[in-house]
């Protein structure tokens, strides 16, 4: 899930391509209109040879239009703009929040004019003609041994993005939202990173919000309250800036789904720029997925570290979290054998992190054909846990959810035709990759 970065498709771009996204940081929201390819085929993504010290993004499409054909989609809009929109038809305020509590609130969770019961009756002729409801289609619902499931939806362009819901016996419920179809940032232990298609486009705000409120509405009774969200799913959020600060806004607005913005946490491969915007702007949670504590073993396995280093990206979460009180970064640090598990790993991290108020989550590896690692024992695993417990860091292991169903992290998404190429592997780790655990 997390580190749900699919593959990207190897082309070279020109300087003037429309298809490329400046990665400027800006001090306020506002709508980019940005020139993009049909959402037919796959986007070029990141353009990426064994020489290239700095990888050029795709767009991934526009950002969203809330407007469904010819109707308003009304999971694309925040509360003001829905209370402007149902003004703007002559209807007062009131009824504005009354329809936002039906859509998000008091366990009703409406996707269609049926279940707005309450409403004026004109009012709910106007949504008829005028708003749509509904930004994605069930399309199969799997069950993992664990209790895990895997929800897959349609999008209205035929695409598929997937969900996965994870119980937990603490009364921890959790659903991991997808945030774009396809990834652009290859990271090499990635099956959704390396053997899917390529960035189609970014999922609007309304395929994000939806998400979420559909795993209430199928799932609730069964696994019961849903309590946490994480952008963990298909994609890189920070990608898709725009749509997730405002998809996780009316996942915490009060009067709306109303999770705690401590429980709804975005992930990051560490966008630089977009990190210190989201940072500033939301008050949600991030998580920040490091997986080396070298440069050189982490331009490998991250190529978005050939672009914004350890060390700037570590600085910058330094400096951005002296203006959070009471805010810790979550680190992932998934754990591949032979690669970035040894004693000098753990102690380098220990040192990376120092000044950083944080916690770290070492994750189990989920292998998956074609991949190239295998996961750390269990044993290795404890003892570098207990290094950095012992050092005075706040550390948790994370193992499997959902593996046989394909639901784990790292594993979401159908294989495509054409896969990600594979980055060269350092000399020193060469004979790490063909040796048995």
Request: neutral net charge; hydrophobic residues 40%.
């Amino acid at each position: 899930m997390e580190m749900g970065c699919m593959w990207m498709r190897r082309v070279r771009l020109t300087a003037n391509s429309p298809h490329l996204i400046s990665f400027a940081s800006s001090s306020h929201r506002r709508s980019i209109s940005i020139s993009a390819p049909s959402c037919s085929s796959a986007s070029p993504i990141l353009s990426l040879s064994e020489n290239d010290n700095i990888p050029n993004f795709g767009d991934g499409g526009s950002y969203e239009n809330p407007e469904k054909g010819s109707k308003m989609l009304l999971k694309g809009m925040d509360y003001p703009e829905l209370q402007e929109w149902v003004q703007s038809h002559g209807f007062r305020p009131g009824q504005a929040m009354m329809l936002w509590k039906r859509l998000y609130g008091d366990n009703i969770w409406a996707n269609n004019l049926d279940e707005l019961e309450g409403l004026n009756k004109d009012f709910k002729k106007m949504l008829g003609e005028h708003a749509e409801f509904r930004a994605l289609s069930l399309k199969d619902v799997l069950t993992a041994s664990d209790g895990t499931r895997k929800i897959l939806f349609a999008l209205d362009d035929g695409l598929v993005i997937e969900t996965v819901v994870i119980p937990c016996d603490r009364g921890r419920t959790t659903v991991c939202v997808s945030s774009q179809v396809g990834c652009a940032m290859n990271c090499q232990f990635c099956y959704t990173g390396r053997q899917v298609m390529g960035l189609r486009r970014h999922l609007t705000t309304a395929e994000i919000v939806e998400q979420a409120v559909f795993a209430r509405r199928l799932l609730s009774s069964d696994v019961g309250p849903i309590t946490n969200v994480v952008f963990m799913g298909m994609g890189e959020p920070l990608h898709n800036i725009e749509n997730v600060i405002k998809a996780a806004d009316i996942m915490i607005d009060e009067q709306g789904l109303h999770f705690s913005p401590r429980k709804v946490t975005i992930s990051t491969s560490g966008l630089v720029p977009q990190l210190k915007r989201f940072l500033r702007e939301s008050k949600c949670a991030i998580a920040v997925s490091l997986n080396a504590t070298t440069d050189e073993v982490r331009n490998w396995i991250m190529p978005i570290n050939r672009k914004y280093k350890l060390s700037l990206l570590l600085e910058t979460l330094r400096e951005e979290l002296q203006f959070r009180r009471n805010y810790k970064v979550l680190f992932e640090y998934v754990m591949l054998a032979g690669i970035n598990d040894s004693i000098e790993d753990a102690k380098r991290l220990i040192d990376l992190v120092k000044g950083i108020p944080c916690k770290i989550n070492l994750i189990s590896f989920n292998p998956h054909s074609g991949s190239q690692f295998r996961p750390t024992s269990d044993e290795k695993m404890i003892e570098f846990r207990n290094i950095l417990a012992e050092a005075g860091c706040v550390v948790f292991m994370r193992f499997s959810r959902g593996d046989d169903q394909m639901a784990a992290c790292g594993q979401l998404g159908k294989p495509g035709t054409i896969q990600a190429p594979l980055l060269r592997v350092p000399a020193q780790f060469q004979t790490a990759l063909n040796t048995p655990v």
